[in-house]
């Protein structure tokens, strides 16, 4: 596609329930990274895939959060049991080469919120 | 681990006039750094990188970024500002060789006319 696409745009949730956050990164691009940003606060940092494997999951907070790319193109993020905490705004990036010096383009985001 | 930090959370200043948005950070090793830019309502767009070379790095919109590595800071500029500059703007730091990158939490740029 023309751009990194993420939906759905907006999710409220209740608290302990199960989502599901995807992206469909731009065509041709083989790395694809998800950041959390909450409100006033920069992007930080989530998880980074090369092709199809997680190249780094260092920045997942616990084991309620897991991410998949199955065929090296669309990502999803899942959030198990979901917390109040969790609320922000969930960001997709793909670069086409998988060092950052590539630099991101990123999605509009998923805004999240844990109701 | 790598941090950084952006003094400054706002600034405002009139159209026509200099700006500078500072931007510092820590790191062990060499690094990659890099501007983003938000618009209203928009997704973070890269504004300019560095990742060699020379010290002053160019990007789109008139703006432009000096590596100083004995101050571990990369500064933006832009010598006249726009209404249309009126964005979020995040530095981020990211080790060579590594893929993720480490954000500011930004500098809200406000121009008035």
């Known amino acids: 596609g023309a751009g990194v696409s993420q939906t759905p745009s907006n999710k409220v949730t209740e608290k302990g329930k199960y989502v599901e956050l995807r992206c469909d990164p731009i065509?041709?691009?083989?790395?694809l990274y998800w950041y959390r940003q909450s409100l006033g606060q920069g992007p930080e940092f989530l998880i980074y895939?090369?092709?199809?494997?997680?190249?780094?999951d260092s920045g997942l907070p616990n084991d309620r959060f897991f991410a998949v790319r199955p065929e090296g193109s669309v990502s999803t993020l899942k959030i198990q049991r979901t917390e109040r905490g969790d609320s922000a705004v969930y960001l997709c990036?793909?670069?086409f080469g998988g060092g950052a010096n590539y630099g991101y383009t990123f999605g509009s985001g998923t805004r999240l919120t844990v109701v | 681990a790598q941090s950084v930090t952006q003094l400054d959370s706002q600034v405002p200043v009139f159209e026509e006039a200099p700006v500078e948005l500072r931007c510092n950070y820590s790191?062990?090793?060499?690094?990659?750094l890099f501007w983003y830019v938000q618009y209203p309502n928009q997704g973070l767009q890269l504004l300019l990188k560095?990742?060699?070379?020379?010290?002053l790095v160019k990007g789109i919109n008139g703006f432009e970024a000096e590596f100083n590595k004995s101050q571990t800071s990369f500064h933006l500029r832009k010598p006249s500002v726009h209404i249309s500059d009126t964005a979020e703007y995040f530095c981020?730091?990211?080790?060579?060789?590594?893929?993720?990158?480490?954000f500011g939490d930004g500098t809200t740029l406000t121009v008035k006319p």
């Open positions: 790191s062990s090793v060499s690094v990659y």
């Open positions: 895939f090369q092709g199809t494997g997680a190249a780094d």
């Open positions: 981020a730091v990211s080790d060579r060789g590594a893929g993720k990158s480490t």
């Open positions: 990036a793909s670069s």
């Open positions: 065509s041709g691009h083989t790395a």
């Open positions: 560095y990742l060699s070379g020379s010290t």
